[in-house]
C-alpha cells in the first residue's frame, strides 16, 4: 500500500496541524508492507521528514492558501493517480480538502469542525468542509467529543473512526534534576515556583482572562510565593489578557512568554508546580496529557475533551467560577496527599498515549478502505 500525506495547510509546522503532521511522520515505519511519500511545497521539503528519509514529492503551487485551496479543486486528482497513491491521508481538512475523492482519502479532524464553521466568513471554505467530509471514505477524529460534534453536523457515523493523538515520551517525561529556584529555558528564566497554562492568546473561549482573576484571588488568600506562567503566541485575545494582567493585584507575578516552541515545553512543564488549563473548546486536549507525563499535576476546565482525555488523573473546575479555579490551585498546591495521587494518576493514565501507537491504529484505517 503506498500512502500520499499532504502537507498543504500545516502552516510549514508552526502551528497545531504542524505539530500533529511533524509527530506523525517522525514515527511512520519505514519497512513493511506500507510506504509512504509526503507532497506539498518546497518548502516543506525538510519540514516534517528531517529525521527521517520519507520520499517528499513537491508541487508547483504558489505559497498561499487560496492557491492550494484551488489546486485541491483542480489539480489534485490527476496528481494522485500520476503518483500512483492507494490512499491519501489530509491532516488540515480546515484548510484544504478535496471536494471529490477519485483515490480513498481519509480526512484527520484535530479540531471542532462546528466552530470552524460558525466563525468562517467564507462560504468557500465551509463548502469545502462540508462537502469534503461528506465524500472522504474514512474521518479520523482524535476523541470522542469530536467524533459527537461531526455526528451533530450530519456525518455518516460509519465514516468516523476515533485515533487519539500521542505524546513523545521522549521529550515529555519527569526531570528529576530541575534547579529548585529557576528554571532557565533561553531567552528565558523563569523563577519558582509557577503555575503553567500553554495556550496562544487566540479568544475568549481559552479563558485567559477567568485565570488571571483567579490567580489573583489564590494569591491574596494564600500568600504564597506562585507566579504564574502564561506561555503563547498572541492573537485575537491579547489586549484583553495583558490589559487584565496589568491590573491584577498580582501583577508583578503574572509572565506572558508569548510564542514559546513546542520542544521548549517539556522543561517549563516539568518545573511547574501545576498545569492550570481552562481553556473550554478543546477537541484533542493533548497538552494536559503532556504535562501529566512530565510528572506535575493537572487542574482543567470540566468542558471540551478535556474529562475525556484527562481520565481520573486530573482535577476539574468550572472555568466560568473564578473561586472554583483558585481553590483548585489551593488544593494542588497545599494538599500533599491529593498532590501525589494526581501526579501518580497521571504518569500513568499519560502512558497510554503514544505516536507509535497513533501511527499504528491510522495505518489499520486506511488499510480497512483499500483492501
Known amino acids: 500500500m503506498k500512502v500520499g500525506i499532504d502537507t498543504f495547510g500545516c502552516d510549514h509546522g508552526r502551528s497545531g496541524i504542524g ?9 511512520l515505519p519505514l519497512t513493511g508492507d506500507v510506504s509512504f511519500e509526503l507532497f506539498g511545497s518546497e518548502i516543506d521539503r525538510y519540514t516534517y521528514n528531517s529525521a527521517r528519509e520519507i520520499p517528499f514529492k513537491t508541487v508547483a503551487v504558489p505559497d498561499s492558501l487560496g492557491a492550494e485551496r484551488l489546486w485541491h479543486f483542480l489539480g489534485l486528482n490527476k496528481f494522485v493517480k500520476e503518483r500512483k497513491y492507494d490512499v491519501v491521508l489530509y491532516p488540515a481538512i480546515d484548510r484544504v480538502l478535496p471536494i471529490s ?17 460558525h466563525e468562517a466568513d467564507d462560504w468557500a471554505l465551509s463548502m ?10 474514512r474521518i479520523i477524529v482524535a476523541s470522542q467529543f469530536l467524533r459527537k460534534d461531526l455526528l451533530r453536523l450530519g456525518v ?22 530541575i534547579d529548585s529556584e529557576t528554571v532557565s529555558i533561553k531567552p528565558f528564566a523563569i523563577k519558582r515556583p509557577y503555575f503553567i497554562y500553554g495556550s496562544r492568546l487566540s479568544g475568549a473561549d481559552k479563558k485567559h482572562v477567568e485565570l488571571v482573576k483567579a490567580f489573583s484571588l489564590f494569591k ?5 510565593p506562585h507566579r504564574l506562567v502564561i506561555a503563547g503566541a498572541e492573537g485575537e485575545a491579547s489586549e484583553d489578557v495583558h490589559k487584565i494582567a496589568g491590573l491584577s493585584s498580582s501583577a508583578s507575578d503574572i509572565f506572558l512568554t508569548g510564542f514559546f516552541p513546542h520542544e521548549s515545553f517539556p522543561l517549563l512543564y516539568a518545573g511547574a508546580d501545576a498545569c492550570i488549563f481552562p481553556s473550554v473548546n478543546e477537541g484533542v486536549g493533548l497538552p494536559i496529557l503532556e504535562a501529566m507525563a512530565t510528572g506535575i499535576p493537572v487542574a482543567c476546565a470540566k468542558a471540551g475533551a478535556l474529562p475525556e482525555m484527562g481520565g481520573e488523573a486530573a482535577l476539574y473546575f ?7 479555579i483558585a481553590d483548585c490551585m489551593e488544593k494542588i498546591v497545599g494538599d500533599t496527599a491529593l498532590r501525589e495521587k494526581k501526579i501518580a494518576t497521571g504518569l500513568r493514565w499519560a502512558k497510554r498515549f503514544s505516536w507509535e501507537a497513533t501511527v499504528q491504529e491510522t495505518i489499520a484505517v486506511m488499510k480497512k478502505i483499500v483492501s
Do not use: C, M, W
Open 101 to 117: 475523492f477519485k483515490t480513498p482519502g481519509v480526512a484527520v479532524v484535530n479540531s471542532i469542525v462546528s466552530n470552524t464553521l
Open 318 to 324: 468550572d472555568a466560568d467560577n473564578i473561586e472554583e
Open 19 to 27: 505539530s500533529y503532521l511533524h509527530s506523525f511522520t517522525a514515527n
Open 128 to 137: 469545502q468542509i462540508k462537502r469534503g467530509l461528506k465524500k472522504a471514505q
Open 156 to 177: 455518516d457515523e460509519s465514516k468516523i473512526e476515533i485515533v487519539h493523538n500521542g505524546i513523545d515520551h521522549r521529550l515529555f517525561f519527569p526531570q528529576l534534576h
Open 220 to 224: 491574596e488568600r494564600t500568600k504564597l
